[in-house]
Each structure stands twice: as C-alpha cells, then as structure tokens.
C-alpha cells in the first residue's frame, strides 16, 4: 500500500511542474506601439559604383522612438550567393554586385520594430531580410539595401609624355643615377597624375641566369640595361588602364605592370624604357685641312665605323661645305655625350692657276689698252689706259681661269 501512494504522488508532482512552466512562459498581450520608419544616416557611405574603397562606419538615426542601434556588413554576390565580406578586404572588386546587410535594434519598453517597419538609410527603403525577433523590452530585424554594381566611371588616361633633361641613354663610366626629375606637362598633372621621383630604379640584364635584375652597378659597363620609373594617378575623375602608353622625352616606353584603382583616388602604372646599351666614347672626328682643287673627288672628314655622315662628304670644286655626322649606335661623343647629330665644317681651296704671259703684243699711238686684244682668260686691270708715247711698255692684266 505504502508503495502504490509513493508512486501516485511523484506522478502528481510531475503534472503539477508542467502545468506550472506552461503557465509561466505565456506572454502577455504587447503594449508598446510599432515603429512606423527608422532612417539610418551613414555620413561615410559612397555609392560603389564610383568604384574603389569599401567604405565602412557608424549610423546616427531619425526615428520617432530612442534606443536604436545597428550593425552592417557589407555582402558580396558571389557564386550565385551573397556571402559577407571579411573588414579585411579593403576595395569592391569592378564588376562585382554588393549591398549593406544590417542588423537594427531597438531597446525600448515603449517601441518595437515590427514587420511594417519602414528602415531607409539615407533615405532610401530597404528590405526586410532574414530575422525579426520580438522580446520583452527589446527587438530586433536584418534589412539590406538595394543591389550596388562596382565600376569604374572614369575617364581613361590613353598615354602619359613624360620629360626629363637629365636623362640620356647611357655612357660607359658614367655614374648610375637614382636622382632624375621626371616633369610631367600642366595637362597631364591637372588629371592627377603624378611620376615618383624616388622610386625610378635601373635594372641590368644577368647573362648567366638570363633574367633582368635590379642593378647594382655605381657606373655604367658594357651589359643591357634599362629603366623603370612610376606613374601614378591619385583622382576622382581619371584613372591610369593597362594600355596607357608612356614616353619619355620623346621615346616609346613599354608597360612594365599595372595595378587596378586600390582606391578611387589611386591607380599606378609601372613602365620600361627601351633596353640601353651603354656606348663607348669617339672623340669628334677633325677634317681634313689643306684641301687644294685638283679636278677629283675630295672627302672633308675620313671616315670610320665610329660614326656615320648624315649629309655629303665629298666634293669637287672649291668652296666651304659643312657635313653633318652622329656617332654609330654602339658610340657617343666624348665632349658631350647628349649631343648627337653635329656639323662639321671643311673647305677645299682654289687652286693656284697656269698661265703664260701674253708676248709680242703691238698697239698704235693713242690707242687704249682695251683696243689691244689679249689672250683667253686675260683681261686688262684698267683698260681705259691711253698710250700717249712710243716704245716697249708694260701694263697690268688680270688671269682668270676657266672654273671660275
């Protein structure tokens, strides 16, 4: 008997304890009011389609009622999913979908957010999400913006003319410079472009390994080098691409790398100048003096393999001639290694001329000297001259030879 009342009482007590859990978890009826709308206001947002920097940072709130909060996270479309970006990832990537995903709060005994809640940020409506709980002074929902495309409206910088006068192919024992003050023109800084005057560096090409190297040379040796030198383009409005061509003081560079927009005021472009030889040193050639008309072909300046000509270098007649001249590919000018093309000046000088003097010449008295005929090639100094008297006389002529 003792054993069937134990077992009757611990079935009560059983009943009992759940008759009075049930009881205490029923809620009673809500009494505060739904929040008709909230508008976050996010200072710092900017719009990714201008492309760059994910911007990130905090809410201030209009809403009729107090104790709001929020939490965001920027989400990216991808593989057909929308997954939340990591706040290591500092820049969208062009071409991507994006959208703010957030949390909003409200801890408050006289308001809540319900499912008729309108949430904005910045004034524009966003969509209700994946979660709403409502709690006893508290409430919550996930809401996310409209979809964003990252892409780059700027306007794309085709090529780059880059100058600088220090700058010249380089010169066997010349000192390998780091110093050159690139100059770019008042169009191409007014884009934001900009040339990094201490990160230019030479590389030299290695024989052995067969692969260019940053070059360690303080002068100039017989090898290949070349030059890489930054461009970089810090604007809102124009952005440096792939194929943007570059050329210093006149010359064709080749892209040597390009890093997309990291931010949107921030895109660089690494380029090569062509691959440089440094060039032994010739001294100016000297012409050839005491040139004298003799009827053949002269040359004004010998020639050799050390330079070219670039105009004539041979003549017949007398006269002063001057022949431009530049040093071969592999030379250069030891006065002045910047200067190339040059003219050199030479003269070949008439000849002294062969002439008989003209004999047995008669006149009559009173007749002028220009009565008297002479020879080819002669003529009288002044042939106004009268012979006034008899007798052997000698006057002054003139002998012209034919080349002239």
């Known amino acids: 008997m003792k054993k069937n009342c134990k077992r009757f009482l611990a079935v009560l007590l059983i009943i009992l304890s759940l008759c009075?859990?049930?009881?205490?978890?029923?809620?009673?009826?809500?009494?505060?009011?739904?929040?008709?709308e909230i508008n976050l206001i996010a200072d710092w947002f900017k719009n990714p389609e201008a492309y760059g920097e994910i911007p990130r940072g905090n809410f201030k709130f209009e809403s009729e009622a107090n104790g709001i909060s929020a939490i965001m996270t920027w989400q990216e479309f991808t593989n057909k999913n929308w997954k939340d970006i990591k706040s290591k990832i500092k820049?969208?990537?062009?071409?991507?979908?994006?959208?703010?995903?957030f949390m909003v709060y409200c801890n408050s005994n006289e308001y809540y957010i319900s499912k008729d809640t309108k949430i904005k940020m910045n004034g524009e409506e966003c969509s209700y999400y994946e979660s709403?709980?409502?709690?006893?002074?508290?409430?919550?929902?996930?809401?996310?913006?409209?979809?964003?495309l990252a892409k780059d409206n700027r306007e794309k910088i085709d090529k780059i003319n880059i100058s600088c006068k220090e700058f010249s192919p380089p010169v066997i024992g010349d000192k390998v410079r780091k110093d050159y003050n690139f100059i770019l023109s008042?169009?191409?800084?007014?884009?934001?472009?900009?040339?990094?005057?201490?990160r230019h560096v030479w590389y030299k090409?290695?024989?052995?390994?067969?692969?260019?190297g940053i070059c360690t040379d303080q002068v100039f040796q017989e090898g290949r080098y070349k030059l890489a030198f930054i461009v970089e383009?810090?604007?809102?409005?124009?952005?440096?691409?792939?194929?943007?061509?570059?050329?210093?003081?006149?010359?064709?560079?080749?892209?040597?790398?390009?890093?997309?927009?990291?931010?949107?005021?921030?895109?660089?472009?690494?380029?090569?100048?062509k691959e440089f030889k440094p060039k032994k040193l010739v001294d100016?050639?000297?012409v050839n003096t005491g040139l004298v008309y003799n009827g053949k072909i002269q040359k004004g300046i010998n020639e050799d393999t050390k330079y070219v000509f670039l105009t004539e270098n041979e003549k017949i007649n007398a006269g002063k001639y001057k022949t431009l001249?530049?040093?071969?590919?592999?030379?250069?000018?030891?006065?002045?290694?910047?200067?190339?093309?040059?003219?050199?000046?030479?003269e070949i000088e008439k000849a002294d001329p062969t002439y008989t003097i003209p004999e047995n010449l008669t006149a009559n008295l009173g007749d002028k000297l220009s009565d008297v005929k002479l020879p080819k090639g002669f003529s009288w100094e002044d042939g106004e001259i009268s012979l006034a008297s008899l007798g052997e006389k000698s006057f002054a002529a003139i002998f012209t030879p034919e080349d002239e």
């Open 233 to 273: 383009c810090k604007s809102d409005s124009y952005v440096l691409i792939e194929d943007t061509q570059g050329k210093l003081n006149g010359n064709e560079c080749y892209n040597g790398g390009f890093t997309s927009a990291i931010t949107v005021k921030d895109s660089t472009k690494y380029f090569y100048t």
């Open 91 to 101: 820049n969208f990537a062009k071409d991507k979908k994006y959208r703010i995903s």
């Open 186 to 198: 008042d169009i191409d800084r007014a884009k934001g472009l900009e040339v990094s005057n201490d």
């Open 205 to 212: 090409y290695n024989e052995d390994r067969k692969e260019w």
């Open 325 to 346: 001249i530049k040093p071969s590919d592999e030379y250069a000018w030891s006065d002045n290694h910047k200067i190339e093309e040059r003219y050199l000046e030479w």
């Open 132 to 148: 709403y709980i409502v709690g006893q002074g508290y409430s919550q929902g996930k809401f996310v913006t409209k979809e964003f």
């Open 20 to 36: 009075f859990f049930t009881k205490v978890s029923t809620f009673a009826e809500e009494t505060r009011k739904p929040i008709k």
């Open 284 to 286: 100016v050639p000297s």
